[in-house]
């Protein structure tokens, strides 16, 4: 079946810290893969996905390189900042509409 | 344009009480999904709505949960009786088109439902 893994949190870091996120997949086929964000009180919005292996997805200085070889979508950033502090989802697609999550990663930078 | 709205952001019931919650898509989006988040576990995909029609629910937990979507646009998902194992936060999210890939989801902000 499918499903996915990513580190347990929280995960505290000072500022500009580099930050990684693992991220481990199990799938049938070709999925596609992503990083949503939830910053506080907020939904969840995309941060970044790749569609096939190899591709790199990036935004806002978060980056994420599709391992097929290694099923993974490891989450990085050079530098945080205070207001990365947010939930992160590591989470892929299959065929069809829906998405299959990771538990998600807390993430909380300090000044 | 405006977002996908969800109400309420926070119910507290008693245990064997009824809930609805609501979710309003981002109008013209015909595909509408329901997720759920249980005690810091894992986001599940509950259903998917195309229009008024349910293409997918599997992920429905059992029959205590119903989810409508009359006229294809907003969608209830009704807890009756709740239990205490429903507690977590409830996610809707709407598409243009299904696959993520191809289409942005957006999502709500979610209910956050307390069963005591």
């Known amino acids: 079946g499918n499903s996915v893994t990513q580190m347990e949190g929280p995960v505290t870091l000072s500022e500009e810290a580099f930050l990684t996120i693992n991220c481990t997949y199990t799938a049938t086929g070709y999925p596609s893969l992503f990083w949503y964000v939830q910053y506080p009180g907020e939904g969840l919005q995309l941060l970044l996905k790749?569609?096939?292996?190899?591709d790199k997805g990036s935004n806002k200085g978060f980056e994420a390189t599709y391992r097929k070889e290694t099923t993974s979508f490891h989450l990085e950033k050079g530098s945080v900042q205070v207001s990365d502090s947010a939930v992160y989802f590591c989470?892929?697609?299959?065929?069809?509409?829906?998405?299959?999550f990771g538990q998600g990663t807390e993430l909380s930078v300090k000044p | 344009e405006a977002g996908v709205t969800q109400f309420p952001s926070h119910s507290v019931i008693e245990k064997g009480q009824t809930v609805t919650l609501r979710c309003d898509p981002i109008?013209?989006?015909?595909?509408l999904y329901w997720y759920r988040r249980v005690m810091g576990k894992e986001i599940k995909f509950l259903l998917h709505?195309?229009?008024?029609?349910?293409?997918?629910e599997s992920g429905m937990p059992n029959n205590r949960f119903l989810a409508e979507r009359t006229g294809g646009t907003y969608s209830t998902l009704k807890v009756q009786p709740a239990e205490l194992e429903d507690s977590g936060v409830y996610f809707c999210?709407?598409?243009?088109?299904?696959?993520?890939?191809?289409?942005?989801?957006?999502f709500g902000s979610g209910t956050r439902l307390t069963v005591v």
């Open positions: 989470a892929l697609s299959p065929q069809g509409g829906k998405l299959i």
């Open positions: 709505f195309v229009k008024e029609s349910k293409q997918d």
């Open positions: 109008s013209g989006h015909d595909n």
């Open positions: 790749a569609t096939k292996a190899d």
């Open positions: 999210a709407s598409s243009r088109g299904q696959g993520p890939s191809n289409y942005g989801y957006t």
